[in-house]
């Protein structure tokens, strides 16, 4: 009986885990491109705000900032919105979706200038209700 138990149990568990999965994806997006996350949201990289982050070969106080703009777009609806490492508690909203920047990349290093146009975000792309 316990063996039959464990059977149903995994095979629930089966089922509903890749729907978790596909609720929450993260993309990666260079700046001045464009990905196409999952649900068909079209996410574009539009400008490096704020880059205030502490270098990694420096001891700082404050990790520091990033801020970027994004430019969503689905079904012919856009929106541009700023997404910002440091979040005080807000992320902003594109329909049911919700949007936080996980990283910028490359890291920041006290002595070396990052091209502008070698940024990259990672964004997660979380569908709410």
Do not use: H
Not at 28 to 51: P, R, S, Y
Not at 62 to 73: D, E, F, L, S, Y
Not at 85 to 97: A, D, E, L, Q, S
């Amino acid at each position: 009986m316990k063996k039959v138990i464990t059977g149903l149990l995994f095979l629930v568990l089966a089922g509903v885990m890749p729907a978790f999965a596909k609720c929450t994806n993260e993309v990666q997006v260079q700046i001045n491109k464009e990905v196409t996350a999952a649900g068909g949201l079209k996410i574009a990289f539009v400008e490096l705000v704020e880059d205030s982050r502490c270098p990694a070969d420096v001891q700082c106080v404050w990790a520091g900032n990033a801020k970027i703009k994004v430019r969503v777009t689905k079904n012919g609806k856009s929106q541009v919105v700023e997404l910002e490492m440091v979040t005080k508690g807000m992320r902003p909203n594109f329909g049911n979706y919700r949007l936080t920047l996980k990283a910028l990349s490359p890291e920041l290093r006290s002595n070396v200038r990052i091209n502008r146009n070698g940024y990259v975000a990672t964004i997660e792309v979380k569908k709410v209700k």
